[in-house]
């Protein structure tokens, strides 16, 4: 289960962090990441961040959003710097992961978070 926090409603050039926490037994987690929907458009991914640190972000949002991982508490963090209008929207977050258990890799989604940026 993946448990995502910290939207609300900020002014334009203001700053949210976002948070998402995977529960539940665990073997590995290979990739974790942040996805936007803005209304009426397709979900894209904002950034992700995988195993040894390695991280990749939207054009958008290179230079203001940074990722990082917490793997001792399974936790995901967005800081997201100057937003902008067009950064509102829902945002999901996602992990790839490997569950005890089943033993089979597979794409988990939380139930996302709204960030609103206006005046």
């Known amino acids: 289960q993946l448990q995502a926090s910290g939207g609300g409603l900020v002014q334009p050039g203001g700053s949210l962090r976002l948070s998402c926490a995977a529960s539940g037994s665990i073997f590995r987690i290979n990739r974790m990441g942040w996805y936007h929907q803005a209304p009426g458009k397709q979900r894209e991914l904002v950034a992700d961040i995988a195993s040894g640190d390695r991280t990749n972000y939207a054009e958008s949002v290179v230079g203001r959003f940074t990722i990082s991982r917490d793997n001792a508490q399974n936790t995901v963090y967005l800081q997201m710097n100057r937003l902008k209008p067009e950064d509102a929207g829902v945002y999901y977050c996602?992990?790839?992961?490997?569950?005890?258990?089943?033993?089979?890799?597979?794409?988990?989604w939380g139930q996302g978070t709204l960030v609103t940026v206006s005046s």
């Open positions: 996602n992990a790839n992961l490997v569950p005890r258990g089943s033993w089979t890799v597979g794409d988990y």
